[in-house]
């Protein structure tokens, strides 16, 4: 048997509670005072106990009433977000989270296509270098990248991630670049990060030196492109985001060799909204747009990781 009292009853004790005034609860939840008066001795009765003191016609909760009060009204609350995130569901705007780079290249020049194939959905793209928390925002889907492995949340594997390096044509011919190793010499964007080292390895060049200035660090692919079709530097880039300017020659990749740091790119969002229609179809769309560009990248990054 249930050891719940009756919600209305609950309820009616919430709201005087936290407003300390049964006339005041009673306007709040649409009842007269003798109701809610009524509800709160019915609760009291079944749990033997007084939850308010009264005095001179006034009220004030007792300490049973002051130890039940934040526990039920963190229970509504709960409850009123379930029912807010139900409506949400339905509603007929999209709000996804990207990173700078993915959501500034990739993700712009195509995400009119999505709206184009379902005009009842609206799309607000959030462009964010920070890892988003969908518990403190509204947002209902982001492109993370990682491991994958985020509890409470549905991990969906788009491709492995990966670099290599690009530059301007001029850039290229003017500092004579037709070997790796000539990438040691060249102005490089970034030059102390990490990845650089593994690249180098992937093209079989040891420890490379040192560099031989600090130069130039940006925030993001989409800084490092402008730099490097300016003719300031080469820049460890994904190919995948830069198809265009790759196609029409404003840059070019001198090798095909990339360098896999072993985290990839996912879809992500939490598990309790699995099935949401404005969701699946984004995924849905999502997946065909990158297999329009399989040809870029090679097959091994399209695979999920173990």
Not at 105 to 121: E, K, N, V
Not at 226 to 253: H, K, Y
Not at 267 to 273: A, F, S, W
Request: net charge neutral; hydrophobic share 45%; charged share 20%.
């Amino acid at each position: 048997m249930s050891k719940l009292p009756p919600l209305a009853a609950v309820r009616a004790f919430e709201a005087a509670a936290r407003l300390e005034n049964f006339s005041r609860a009673a306007d709040e939840l649409g009842m007269t005072q003798a109701a809610v008066s009524y509800q709160i001795r019915q609760l009291e009765e079944r749990l033997g106990r007084a939850l308010f003191v009264r005095a001179k016609g006034r009220v004030r909760l007792s300490d049973t009433g002051r130890r039940l009060l934040p526990a039920i009204s963190t229970a509504f609350a709960t409850m009123n977000d379930a029912f807010a995130a139900l409506s949400s569901d339905d509603a007929d705007i999209l709000t996804i989270s990207a990173a700078i780079t993915f959501g500034g290249t990739w993700l712009s020049a195509r995400i009119g296509r999505f709206q184009l194939r379902h005009p009842d959905i609206a799309v607000r793209l959030l462009m964010s270098n920070e890892l988003v928390d969908f518990d403190a925002t509204n947002v209902d889907v982001a492109i993370r990248t990682g491991g994958g492995d985020w509890p409470g949340l549905r991990s969906d594997f788009l491709f492995g991630s990966h670099v290599t390096p690009i530059c301007s044509p001029a850039f290229r011919d003017a500092n004579a670049i037709v070997a790796p190793t000539d990438l040691l010499r060249a102005p490089r964007l970034a030059p102390n990060d990490p990845w650089w080292a593994g690249w180098f390895a992937a093209a079989g060049i040891g420890t490379p030196p040192p560099p031989s200035r600090r130069g130039i660090e940006l925030d993001s692919q989409l800084q490092e492109a402008i730099a490097a079709q300016g003719g300031f530097g080469v820049a460890l880039m994904t190919p995948l985001f830069w198809r265009a300017e790759l196609d029409s020659g404003r840059l070019v990749r001198p090798f095909e060799t990339l360098y896999c740091p072993g985290t990839a790119n996912f879809l992500v969002h939490p598990e309790g909204r699995v099935g949401v229609r404005k969701i699946e179809r984004f995924r849905e769309w999502l997946h065909e747009e990158l297999a329009m560009d399989r040809d870029l990248v090679p097959a091994p990054l399209w695979q999920a990781m173990d």
